[in-house]
Nanobody, 113 residues
Framework: QVRLVESGGGLVQPGESLRLSCAAP????????MAWYRQPPGTQRELIAH???????NYADSVKNRFTISIDNAKKSLYLQMNSLNPDDTSVYSC???????WGQGTQVPVSS
């Protein structure tokens, strides 16, 4: 099964920033339609950011103006820049190839002082 590879998670304090990365395996040459999801403890997974290679970008209201999604197809990577993190952002974050249906393994981001 094809898996995307995430990195960059870890414990941060409220107000700090973090950047998550999602790398494509050898079998994928280009990201066309990608998204970041998160699943807070005890809740359902939710879509928080979506981007297409055509330039369409959308965010959930909960992260708008704080998080930035981007693609670098030269590096075959997807990113999520997260600023002004707060405890409500504590979640397992996962990247998803919306076109091919592939997921990353998930990376934990606890936000706590």
């Amino acid at each position: 099964q094809v898996r995307l590879v995430e990195s960059g998670g870890g414990l941060v304090q409220p107000g700090e920033s973090l950047r998550l990365s999602c790398a494509a395996p050898e079998s994928i040459s280009t990201f066309y339609d990608m998204a970041w999801y998160r699943q807070p403890p005890g809740t359902q997974r939710e879509l928080i950011a979506h981007i297409t290679s055509a330039g369409s970008i959308n965010y959930a209201d909960s992260v708008k103006n704080r998080f930035t999604i981007s693609i670098d197809n030269a590096k075959k990577s997807l990113y999520l820049q997260m600023n002004s993190l707060n405890p409500d952002d504590t979640s397992v974050y996962s990247c998803h190839d919306q076109l091919r249906g592939f997921w990353g393994q998930g990376t934990q981001v606890p936000v706590s002082s």
